[in-house]
């Protein structure tokens, strides 16, 4: 089954951008993979799935500030415009014919 | 607008079963595009799937749990439902439940629901 890699942190100043990174298994850099946002005591929330074309589809409500793109078994998501309610763990997401994974969270900070 | 609601006990004894339910409304689960599944967040941990079901009662567990879990669903009640057996402190965690797409991830979430096992 995949498996998904992403760095435990990340930081970056108010008003500026991020690209935050989620690495496919080998044998697996085709896979659509999810993003998700998951503020502090909240639920996480769907942001986008993201195709290896780099491809993605944003679910309602998601600010244009959030886009996805893909390089072979790296999936990324940024964040334009940082928001201090941006400030949040985000998780990826993906799945086979029966089974899903996520990655470890990637926390960030907004300075 | 799609909701999904997690209800049952948020605290439960070593050794006994955890049972969880989780109700849908603004949707039918009976769709043919969604599964619907569990996943769990131990206290400052990151996401576990559980599993999912199909509204056909077709079920997928996570290897590591799969001795332990039963994942069921009720369509006359817009609900499905998670058991899990023999329980430890490990299991302490928030419990969501969610929807997936056929040809994506999760695209909706529950509130999720703190389960403490303790004596």
């Known amino acids: 089954q995949p498996v998904l890699t992403q760095s435990s942190s990340a930081s970056a100043s108010l008003g500026s951008s991020v690209k935050l990174t989620c690495t496919l298994s080998?044998?697996?850099?085709?896979?659509?993979i999810a993003w998700h946002q998951q503020q502090p005591g909240k639920a996480p929330r769907y942001l986008m799935k993201l195709e290896g074309s780099g491809s993605y589809n944003k679910g309602s409500g998601v600010p244009d500030r959030f886009s996805g793109s893909s390089s072979g078994a790296d999936r990324y998501l940024t964040i334009s415009n940082l928001q201090s309610e941006d400030e949040a763990d985000y998780y990826c997401?993906?799945?086979?014919?029966?089974?899903?994974?996520f990655g470890g969270g990637t926390k960030l900070t907004v300075l | 607008q799609l909701q999904l609601q997690e209800s049952g006990p948020g605290l439960v004894k070593p050794s006994e079963t955890l049972s969880l339910t989780c109700t849908v409304s603004?949707?039918?689960?009976?769709?043919?595009?969604?599964?619907w599944g569990w996943i769990r967040q131990p206290p400052g941990k990151g996401l576990e799937w559980i599993g999912s079901?199909?509204?056909?009662?077709?079920?997928y567990y996570n290897p590591s749990l799969k001795s332990r879990v039963t994942i069921s669903v009720d369509t006359s009640k817009n609900q499905f439902s998670l058991k899990l057996s023999s329980v430890t402190a490990a299991d302490t965690a928030v419990y969501y439940c969610?929807?997936?797409?056929?040809?994506?991830?999760?695209?909706?979430w529950g509130q999720g629901t703190l389960v403490t096992v303790s004596s």
């Open positions: 997401e993906t799945w086979d014919s029966n089974t899903q994974v």
């Open positions: 603004g949707g039918s689960i009976s769709s043919s595009s969604y599964y």
């Open positions: 079901i199909y509204y056909s009662g077709s079920t």
């Open positions: 080998s044998g697996h850099s085709s896979y659509i």
């Open positions: 969610a929807r997936r797409t056929r040809a994506g991830g999760i695209d909706y």
